[in-house]
């Protein structure tokens, strides 16, 4: 039985998801990955406690480097400094493992539907997990931009997760879309500034901080 209002909060969930594809698609100049240090928490304010950047640190391993708070609640544990597997089950770590090196390699898109099987005090919980390939300051790729979302309470901690389905979509280097999410995002992608010199400051830079934050001030 679906409880009320949770099909509106699917939807919500989906068309944040969909911005948060397009604002890394507006940070592809001239169709290239975007580096790591143009990276603004202001652009993905709405999944700012899902988010995360990782460090790739071997063929199919990435570090989590910084990392929202919603991650931690979902392990029960501070996750910086963690390979981004721990949030999956063993059995399918060789899956995302995989999936990851082609990441980074080719580049390409990672769109992971996953599942939490219930038990006690643990309701059943499905989740989507993104990842996006970025430029590191020496231009290779070896830092992603990600997203881990989950619908349901999450209920005794940690919890793993099982792979439903797995998308990995190689990203094109001459066009500054990312194909394979979405038809619309294009049209939910912010404008886009008029030069990098322009940008604003990174989301972490020289130092990174182990979560990710949205100070305003007057």
């Not at 949770?6 to 944040?16: I, K, P």
């Not at 999944?47 to 990782?54: D, G, M, P, Q, T």
């Not at 080719?106 to 990842?131: E, F, K, M, Q, S």
């Not at 008029?194 to 020289?206: C, D, F, Q, T, V």
Request: charged fraction near 25%.
């Amino acid at each position: 039985m679906q409880l009320p209002g949770a099909g509106a909060a699917r939807r919500r969930r989906e068309a944040d998801l969909r911005e948060f594809v397009a604002y890394w698609s507006a940070m592809r100049w001239g169709g290239d990955v975007p580096l790591r240090t143009e990276i603004d928490p202001r652009g993905i304010e709405s999944l700012l406690s899902n988010a995360f950047i990782v460090e790739k640190v071997a063929p199919g391993i990435a570090r989590l480097r910084i990392a929202g708070t919603h991650l931690s609640d979902v392990m029960g544990m501070e996750v910086r400094g963690m390979p981004l597997s721990a949030l999956i089950a063993p059995e399918d770590r060789a899956q995302l493992a995989d999936a990851m090196v082609e990441l980074f390699e080719r580049p390409a898109t990672l769109r992971l539907d996953l599942t939490a099987p219930g038990g006690i005090r643990r309701p059943a919980l499905a989740a989507t997990l993104i990842v996006l390939p970025l430029r590191s300051d020496l231009g290779d790729i070896s830092r992603a931009l990600g997203c881990f979302v989950t619908d349901g309470p999450i209920g005794a901690t940690p919890r793993r997760f099982r792979i439903v389905e797995c998308q990995v979509t190689p990203v094109d280097l001459t066009d500054a879309t990312a194909p394979g999410f979405s038809e619309e995002q294009a049209r939910l992608a912010p404008p886009a500034p008029k030069a990098r010199h322009e940008r604003p400051a990174p989301l972490s830079h020289p130092s990174e901080r182990p979560y990710l934050r949205l100070v305003h001030s007057d």
